[in-house]
Each structure stands twice: as C-alpha cells, then as structure tokens.
Nanobody, 121 residues
C-alpha cells in the first residue's frame, strides 16, 4: 500500500514563504519521479514542479524562480519551498509519484490528499 502524506500548508501573507513536505510509504522512492500539482477553486489541477530520480527539476513558468522542489531519498520525502508567494498561488497542493511500489515493477501514479495553501493579507 503506497501512501503520500502532504503537510506544511497554511495561511500566509503575500510575499511570505512556506515549505511543503510529502512523506511517502510503501513506494520505491528512489525509483520514482516526484511532482507537485495544485488546484485552485474552479480551476483544473495544474503541474507546478517535477523532480526526477536523478534530481533534475522543472517548473511551470509562473513559479519559476520562486519555488524550489527537492527530494531526500533517505527520508523518502519530497519538498516544495515556496517563496515570494502571491494570492494567485492559493490552492490545494498535491504530491504525485510516478513509480513502483515495493515488490512490484509496475510504474503507477500515486496521489496524496492535498494540503491547503492560502495567500492573503
């Protein structure tokens, strides 16, 4: 059973910072590409940032230079450091994994339950 548990969401003022964490269990983390998505009210879920198994990162244009994704293969956790937050960053942020669970070689998509980030004064 694969579990992804996000944490770190909060209410923050514009210009502030937050760090989201996604702890995983049951996943062959070192063999999994990880990503953060977000979904604002009334909008489709969108990709925010990705990090591959060898640490290569990519970002959607609107967060480039403000957000940083990282991973700790020992803790089996992925992070999203968010700086210079804007009201339009308000959304539920979801962790995503593309990889195999322990005991399997099948690559599957896994999702966490999400954590709410609200940027408001």
């Amino acid at each position: 059973q694969v579990q992804l548990v996000e944490s770190g969401g909060d209410l923050v003022q514009p210009g502030g910072s937050l760090r989201l964490s996604c702890a995983t269990a049951g996943l062959r983390f070192i063999s999994s590409d990880m990503a953060w998505y977000r979904q604002a009210p009334g909008k489709l879920r969108e990709l925010v940032a990705t990090i591959t198994t060898d640490g290569k990162t990519d970002y959607t244009d609107v967060v480039q230079g403000r957000f940083a994704i990282s991973r700790d293969n020992i803790k089996r956790t992925v992070y999203l450091q968010m700086n210079s937050l804007k009201p339009e960053d308000t959304a539920v942020y979801f962790c995503n994994a593309k990889g195999p669970q322990y005991g399997s070689s099948n690559i599957r998509d896994y999702w966490g339950q999400g954590t709410q980030v609200t940027v408001s004064s």
